[in-house]
């Protein structure tokens, strides 16, 4: 990337270096905001954060930022979701603590991104583990989803216009034992890895011991201090996201087509251009079918970095598409 574009989010640097590639004057209008103005003979474009662009109208983000709205479009057009359960306070939800009790949930905010507040509870038995994650779910939205989990492996899909460019298996933070080191030494050791950074500017995010991180340790029996043995994975979080410290795979070519056609169904339905689409699927080689996969959310402003950089994998030049469909063409 360009050193003097270093500030700014990495996917807003790839498109700057695609754009300037392609001969179009690139004008940064706001560093913070990752806003940046494209110029090309008389043609323009605003783009924000590299995926919001003038490809997708004002109300395409506001569906897709509202989980429970998005669900239920996705169910109108015939295609699985989780059920869940929407609560406005502490009070709500704990009416219902007894419906979820011995099962496996999730709890996320209604409106948030990047995998903000959500917490994964396996076999819940614990209502101060349930009022905790309540708690922390309402620091990021005014409204909270308690939702089925859905057992699998999550993918992300980044649909753009009618066509799949990248598939990501994201898997959650995690330190793999030698034997020697306790899971703290090990996520240090981890972060030292110069592609891991913070703030989106790296192709991967240092990995955090935070209370969601102790959380997950402590229902696994262990803490920092543990010494994990060799070669044994050690998993900090259920949700997979690359915000919270998880590794990205590039899975493109190995999942059924099937599961494209979904991921280009789902962000038809909600009329979106360029959508992350988030699947849990057990076995990427089967065909689906009605009980074998389900999308957990769509994302209005979908990263484009981690499949141009992914921990492993090719680079799949998602930028070109998005360059092409605002005609600048190369």
């Given at each position: 990337m360009l050193k003097e574009y270093e500030q700014l989010e990495l996917s807003t640097q790839i498109i700057i270096n695609e754009a300037l590639k392609r001969d179009v004057e690139v004008e940064v209008l706001d560093w913070d905001e990752n806003f940046i103005r494209l110029k090309?003979?008389?043609?323009?474009?605003?783009?924000?954060?590299a995926t919001k662009t003038s490809l997708d109208n004002y109300v395409v983000p506001l569906i897709m930022e509202n989980k429970e709205l998005?669900?239920?479009i996705l169910r109108e057009h015939a295609i699985n979701v989780p059920d869940s359960v929407t609560v406005k306070?502490?009070?709500?939800?704990?009416?219902?603590?007894?419906?979820?009790?011995?099962?496996?949930?999730?709890?996320k905010p209604k409106s948030a991104n990047f995998g903000e507040g959500v917490l994964i509870i396996k076999n819940l038995n614990s209502k101060e583990v349930y009022i905790n994650a309540i708690k922390e779910a309402f620091n990021y939205s005014k409204q909270v989803l308690i939702e089925d989990y859905v057992a699998g492996?999550?993918?992300r899909f980044l649909v753009v216009t009618d066509e799949v460019l990248a598939v990501m298996y994201r898997v959650p933070a995690n330190v793999k034992g030698d034997g020697i080191h306790n899971i703290q030494e090990l996520v240090d050791e981890k972060n030292q890895d110069l592609r891991r950074g913070k703030g989106y500017l790296t192709p991967l995010e240092k990995i955090d011991?935070?209370?969601?991180?102790?959380?997950?340790?402590?229902i696994q029996n262990m803490d920092v201090n543990h010494v994990p043995k060799q070669g044994e994975v050690v998993y900090l979080r259920e949700n997979s996201n690359l915000s919270t410290g998880g590794d990205s795979i590039d899975f493109t070519d190995e999942v059924h087509e099937g599961y494209k056609e979904i991921a280009v169904k789902s962000a038809e339905a909600v009329e979106a251009k360029i959508c992350g689409v988030d699947i849990i699927i057990p076995d990427v080689k089967a065909k689906p079918d009605k009980n074998n996969h389900s999308i957990i959310e769509l994302n209005f402003n979908p990263v484009i970095y981690p499949h141009n950089f992914p921990y492993i994998g090719q680079n799949r030049h998602v930028e070109r598409k998005i360059l092409d469909l605002l005609k600048f063409q190369r």
């Open positions: 090309k003979g008389d043609k323009f474009e605003y783009i924000k954060q998005t669900k239920l306070n502490l009070d709500d939800a704990l009416k219902i603590y007894s419906v979820f009790e011995n099962k496996d949930i999730v709890i492996e999550e993918y011991i935070g209370p969601i991180e102790r959380h997950n340790l402590n």
